[in-house]
């Protein structure tokens, strides 16, 4: 069964900084592209960022560009986003994704449960 877990989400100020984790299980990780979405409960879900398998390629929300980085360990099966300088309005739900293609609306079969991120003013 393939299984995403992510992790990392809190509580912070704006200005300041968090690392995202997503652990997975069951699928050959290193083949699949991996993506992170966020959701807000009034906002649509939006595409934050994804990066091919070997990494070769990495993709970026406009609103995240320049202050997010995603990248993979495919030894620990692990994909991270990085995010800096945090706005009012990065808080979100954060997902992780698996798939098949990296653009922002391609299908993604896998998810994770999502980890919150809010962040203060």
């Known amino acids: 069964q393939v299984q995403l877990v992510e992790s990392g989400g809190g509580l912070v100020q704006a200005g300041s900084s968090l690392r995202l984790s997503c652990a997975t299980s069951?699928?050959?990780?290193?083949?699949?592209?991996m993506a992170w979405f966020r959701k807000d409960p009034e906002k649509a879900r939006e595409f934050v960022a994804s990066?091919?398998?070997?990494?070769?390629?990495?993709y970026y929300g406009d609103s995240v560009r320049g202050r997010f980085t995603i990248s993979r360990d495919n030894a620990k099966n692990t994909v991270y986003l990085q995010m800096n300088d945090l706005k009012p309005e990065d808080t979100a739900v954060y997902y992780c994704?698996?798939?098949?293609?990296?653009?922002?609306?391609?299908?993604?079969?896998?998810w994770g449960q999502g980890t919150q991120v809010t962040v203060s003013s």
């Open positions: 994704a698996a798939g098949t293609d990296p653009q922002p609306s391609a299908p993604y079969p896998y």
């Open positions: 990066t091919t398998r070997d990494s070769s390629s990495t």
């Open positions: 069951g699928l050959p990780f290193s083949l699949y592209v």
